[in-house]
Every structure is written in structure tokens, then in C-alpha cells.
């Protein structure tokens, strides 16, 4: 399954499912207010492949332990200036293939970086 963080806006992960149905945004599985080590665990403990936008997820204490004591595999989408719904939805289509390899293939738990550019 690929699991979209609240990060993501709803409507990018909506057209996201449109199209895949292997794709769950955060709240069609959790309350508004879960915390993300609560779902980061989740994501570890059924293999999920994570992708949000928080590039705070890796120095924030208890995340970071959620990351790597669950062995989450996540993608955090890092560019330079802010993206629109559109833009964000092309880097994710752009580069979905690509992460599904690495996920397949990468050792857990692990944190890449997408940049603007993929």
C-alpha cells in the first residue's frame, strides 16, 4: 500500500487513488489529530511505503524513532519552493515508479529525499 501523509493535500492523493487502488490518504485510515509516530508505526508494522512532505520527520525526536524502530520505508518529497496541487501530483506521478523500486529493493528502514526535479 502506498500511504500519502496529511502533508500531501487531500486532493493530490484523491486523484492519486483515481487512478491506483493501492493509494490511502492519512485520514481515510486515521482521526485528524493521530499523531505521526501513531501512524508511522502503522505504516512500519504493514510494510507500507510512506510519502510526505515534512522534512521535519527526520530530526523531530519521536518520529525519527518511529522511523527507524519500526522500519519504515519513506519518501519525502523536498523541493526548493512550493509546489502547487498540479506540480505536486506530476512529481509524484514522475517518480512513483522509482519509489516503488527502491522500496522493493532498499533494505528498512530508510528516508529518501525527492527533490523538485525528482
Given at each position: 500500500m502506498i500511504f500519502v501523509d496529511r502533508?500531501?493535500?487531500?486532493?493530490?492523493?484523491t486523484a492519486?487513488?483515481?487512478?491506483?487502488?493501492?493509494?490511502?490518504?492519512?485520514?481515510?485510515?486515521?482521526p485528524h489529530h493521530t499523531t505521526d509516530e501513531h501512524w508511522l508505526s502503522a505504516a512500519g508494522t504493514n510494510g507500507w511505503l510512506v510519502?510526505?512532505?515534512d522534512k521535519?520527520?527526520?530530526t523531530r525526536p519521536g518520529e525519527r524513532r518511529a522511523l527507524t524502530s519500526?522500519?519504515?520505508?519513506?519518501?519525502?518529497?523536498?523541493?526548493?519552493?512550493n509546489l502547487t496541487r498540479w506540480e505536486l501530483l506530476k512529481l509524484l506521478?514522475?517518480?512513483?515508479?522509482?519509489?516503488?523500486?527502491?522500496?522493493?529493493s532498499t533494505?528498512?528502514?530508510f528516508l529518501y529525499g525527492i527533490t523538485g526535479t525528482g
Open positions: 502533508s500531501i493535500p487531500r486532493g493530490v492523493a492519486l487513488k483515481q487512478v491506483r487502488d493501492d493509494v490511502v490518504w492519512l485520514e481515510d485510515l486515521f510519502i510526505t512532505r521535519k520527520i527526520r519500526q522500519n519504515v520505508g519513506a519518501f519525502c518529497l523536498t523541493p526548493k519552493v506521478v514522475a517518480t512513483l515508479d522509482e519509489m516503488e523500486r527502491l522500496f522493493a533494505p528498512r528502514p
